[in-house]
């Protein structure tokens, strides 16, 4: 069982930046690979960006590829995600998801390939 926590969400105007950060609870964070999607009012949860366990692999969605960068650390358990030249459409609620792997390169960019979500934290972008 993995427990995630999200932080680093607020109120930013376009072009700032963020770091949202996730916390995950567990032993075996390491071998989870993880993603980071997004739900605006009105809107399906959408992908943003996935790495694998080992961080050997990361994946973006088009929409953000060159702005957004997914890391992680494993001592820590967690995972982040940098967003630079944030966009009014950017403003959404953020989650964070982890799947348990047995490959160290493996990354999901489909929401029902996850097993463990966070509660997610809001970022606002304003023009």
């Known amino acids: 069982q993995v427990q995630l926590v999200e932080s680093g969400g607020g109120l930013v105007q376009a072009g700032g930046s963020l770091r949202l950060s996730c916390a995950a609870s567990g032993r075996t964070f390491s071998t989870y690979a993880m993603g980071w999607f997004r739900q605006a009012p009105g809107k399906e949860r959408e992908f943003v960006a996935t790495?694998?366990?080992?961080?050997?692999?990361?994946y973006y969605a088009d929409s953000v590829k060159g702005r957004f960068t997914i890391s992680r650390d494993n001592a820590k358990n967690t995972v982040y995600l940098q967003m630079n030249n944030l966009k009014p459409e950017d403003t959404a609620v953020y989650y964070c998801?982890?799947?348990?792997?047995?490959?160290?390169?493996?990354?999901?960019?489909?929401?029902?390939?996850?097993?463990?979500w966070g509660q997610g934290t809001q970022v606002t972008v304003s023009s």
């Open positions: 790495i694998s366990w080992s961080a050997g692999r990361t």
């Open positions: 998801a982890a799947k348990p792997t047995v490959s160290s390169e493996n990354y999901y960019y489909t929401a029902l390939r996850y097993d463990y």
